[in-house]
């Protein structure tokens, strides 16, 4: 059982924050419909960071062409748009500062 607390006796933060004091929030990419499943799921990204940019790092990851499709979802609901910030969305939509994306190659849901 997790107790919330780390090796050093320091509680553990759910966020991370870098050298700088920039916030990490960690997104997990879920495969959906028919998108490849990407062999690492789990990433730390910057909260600051768009969703556009994620969207152009699964396309980078995945090979895909400019002119493939490729749809991001929320809690299996809705698309965000592609100005939304990370940490916006895992304010209103993720838990322990943790943010579940579902990516897909045609549209799933929404």
């Known amino acids: 059982m997790d107790s919330g607390v780390s090796v050093g006796?320091?509680?553990?933060?759910?966020n991370t924050e870098t050298a700088a004091?920039?916030?990490?929030?960690?997104?997990?990419?879920?495969?959906?419909?028919?998108?490849p499943i990407m062999?690492?799921?789990?990433?730390?990204?910057?909260?600051d960071k768009k969703i556009s940019w994620i969207l152009a790092f699964i396309r980078k990851y995945l090979k895909l062409e400019q002119a493939d499709?490729?749809?991001?979802?929320v809690n299996q609901a809705f698309s965000p748009s592609p100005d939304q910030t990370v940490r916006n969305l895992a304010e209103?939509?993720?838990s322990d500062n943790k943010l579940v994306l579902y990516y897909s190659r045609s549209q799933c849901w929404g």
Do not use: H, M, W
């Open 69 to 73: 499709s490729l749809f991001l979802y």
């Open 39 to 47: 062999k690492k799921k789990n990433y730390k990204v910057e909260g």
């Open 9 to 14: 006796g320091e509680p553990e933060k759910a």
């Open 92 to 94: 209103c939509f993720g």
């Open 21 to 35: 004091g920039v916030t990490k929030i960690e997104i997990r990419l879920q495969a959906a419909g028919d998108a």
